[in-house]
């Protein structure tokens, strides 16, 4: 059968980690068809970001129209958006559609890779368009302009327009997310934490098999169920790994024996 069809506007990972490395292996691992358009090109491994280079603007919305003029994209996932004006053009361009936002605005190494006016951006543009943000505890507060905790976070996100997914910490062998629907108390998602140092581009996966679970049909809470049971079976794979000096990679595509 054809598959369904999602697609990342993100960055690209030179070490294959994260941004869109990890979204198209993670749709490829989840049987869909992957489709990207590129807003930056960086120079990256397991230890850190060495160089970003942005992709002009006008590259970024002729990705997109070839994309959406010729695809039938079941479900959108953004990644490293890097300027305003990019944030903007997708509100434009992907209101209406299934719409997972990942707001990556500074990497694990401290390099920032959104300004003060990318947040301005996705405040009053992207957040209001998306089905479902994922942001950290970190991403969450740089939103909000404020630090608090995960729970009274992900509703206050809730009340700018989209579900939210704040992933968070773990103890004790456990590690909570909190769901968020608008107007709604969040509910606490709890689910096994993985011991690794090889959990680089952990977010992107998460967003990513979110966001193809939506492409095949599940609802939101089934899609984030799926999407957290794909990703900690990935990091069980990968914690007995040995790649790079830094945070090694999560097993994007290894198979697990089990069904996504």
Excluded at 224 to 234: C, D, I
């Amino acid at each position: 059968m054809t598959p369904a069809v999602a697609l990342t506007v993100a960055g690209t990972d030179s070490g294959g980690a994260a941004g869109i490395a990890a979204d198209l292996a993670t749709f490829a691992a989840l049987g869909l068809h992957g489709a990207c358009v590129v807003t930056a090109v960086t120079a990256q491994d397991t230890t850190g970001i060495r160089d970003v280079h942005p992709v002009p603007l006008a590259s970024v919305e002729a990705q997109l129209d070839a994309v959406l003029d010729d695809l039938p994209v079941a479900a959108v996932k953004t990644g490293m958006l890097g300027s305003p004006e990019v944030v903007e053009l997708l509100a434009r361009w992907l209101a209406g559609r299934p719409l997972v936002v990942d707001p990556v605005l500074v990497a694990t190494s401290g390099v920032v890779l959104g300004d003060e006016h990318v947040v301005a951006a996705y405040r009053a543009h992207l957040l209001p368009a998306a089905t479902v943000i994922t942001p950290n505890a970190h991403e969450a507060a740089v939103l909000l302009g404020r630090a608090t905790d995960p729970a009274t976070a992900a509703a206050a996100l809730a009340d700018t327009g989209p579900a939210v997914v704040l992933t968070g910490g773990g103890t004790r062998g456990t590690c909570t997310d909190w769901l968020a629907l608008p107007g709604q108390r969040p509910v606490a998602r709890t689910h096994r934490a993985v011991p690794t140092t090889n959990d680089h581009g952990t977010g992107c996966t998460f967003s990513a098999a979110l966001a193809a679970h939506l492409a095949r049909g599940a609802d939101l809470d089934a899609a984030v169920h799926h999407a957290g049971l794909f990703t900690v079976r990935q990091l069980d794979v990968s914690r007995r790994w040995t790649l790079g000096r830094g945070r090694g990679p999560v097993a994007h595509t290894t198979p697990t024996g089990e069904p996504a």
